[in-house]
């Protein structure tokens, strides 16, 4: 995991070179900025690292301060010389679920601003804070082996790919990167909320540092393990599908690769 000081430019570029090839100049890649550290740090990252990137800022609508908090990162961005779009959700309300809610309606509003764009890849700031956090959660939910990998460092989605490049950062990583580049920040009292999954996963992370590295270590294991089942699925489709001139994908009456069916699902 990277050390508590700041992320170097060099540092960066060298994640993000493992996560090429990317599009040639002209074409845009998006930065998912909630306007706090951990996305400011990413932006301030990626404003190095190339110059032709482009912020989306989400107001949830959920609290009287968003929209003015939402327009100052857009000012923040426009400060690094970040060009930056500021996307409204409509129609979020509080109630069940709203956190899974919110979540979908935020990605939904960052992939159409992507196309709109014309460009292909997302960036957002998860960091390794919140994929020990998101193992942890997923062991209380009995998840299966696929599920405690956690999140991946990029993920394709059906017309942008979802790039995480800190992952194996630290958030103390990335407050000290905001602070040596002078730049302000967000804090969301929301993420102190205990009602929410994720806001307990850090009180308890929190109480107990060593075993967030035990749910890193583990969550590295099994996404190198979900690797090897995706190469065997890819495999096992290669030499089993054929494409139908109709424009579908044609497999064998006999299909027993059970996690192949779901994933095709």
Known sequence: MQPSGPVSPACFAARMAALGPWPGQGMPVCIAVSGGADSMALAILARGWRRDVVGLVVDHGLRAESRLEAEQTVARLLQLGIPARLLVLEGLARGPRMAERARRMRYQALFAACRDLGA???LVAHH?????????MRQQAAS???GLAAMAVATDMADVRLVRPLLGVGKDALYATVRAAGVNWVEDPSNADLRTARA????????????????LTDALQAGQARKARDGDDARWLATHARFHPGGWVVLPAQLVQHRTTNTLN
Not at 200 to 215: E, I, K, M, S, V
């Open 144 to 146: 299966g082996d696929d």
């Open 128 to 136: 390794a804070g919140d994929q020990a956090e998101t193992v942890l």
């Open 200 to 215: 307990r996963a850090r009180h308890a992370l929190a109480a107990d540092p060593p075993r967030a590295g035990t749910l």
């Open 120 to 122: 292909l890849d997302l």
